[in-house]
């Protein structure tokens, strides 16, 4: 069985930093593309980061760019985000999402496109 788990989710003010991670379980995940997602109260899912397998490539939302910043650990099975320069709309849950991908680069960003998912961690951004 799969088993993804958040952590590092938490209560900080606007500016702040926190650092989420997220422990893979079940298999290895050397060859699965990783990503975050998030879900503000009322809004649909959204693709934040992800990054492909070999670590080398990353892709970023807009919203995120230049304050996030995904990363992997294969030998841990584990990925994960820092989040810097907070601001209160990035309150959400925050997901963590895996799947295999045959292409070492790829990225997948649609929600569809991933087979396993975290149950999530709450960030709450306070002004």
């Known amino acids: 069985q799969v088993q993804l788990v958040e952590s590092g989710g938490g209560l900080v003010q606007a500016g702040g930093s926190l650092r989420l991670s997220c422990a893979a379980s079940g298999r290895t995940f050397s060859n699965y593309a990783m990503a975050w997602f998030r879900q503000a109260p009322g809004k649909e899912r959204e693709f934040v980061q992800g990054i492909s397998w070999a670590g080398g490539r990353t892709y970023t939302a807009d919203s995120v760019k230049g304050r996030f910043t995904i990363s992997r650990d294969n030998a841990k099975n584990a990925v994960f985000l820092q989040m810097d320069s907070l601001k209160p709309d990035d309150t959400a849950v925050y997901f963590c999402?895996?799947?295999?991908?045959?292409?070492?680069?790829?990225?997948?960003?649609?929600?569809?496109?991933?087979?396993?998912w975290g149950q999530g961690t709450q960030v709450t951004v306070s002004s």
């Open positions: 999402a895996a799947t295999p991908t045959r292409i070492s680069f790829s990225i997948p960003t649609r929600i569809y496109q991933y087979d396993y």
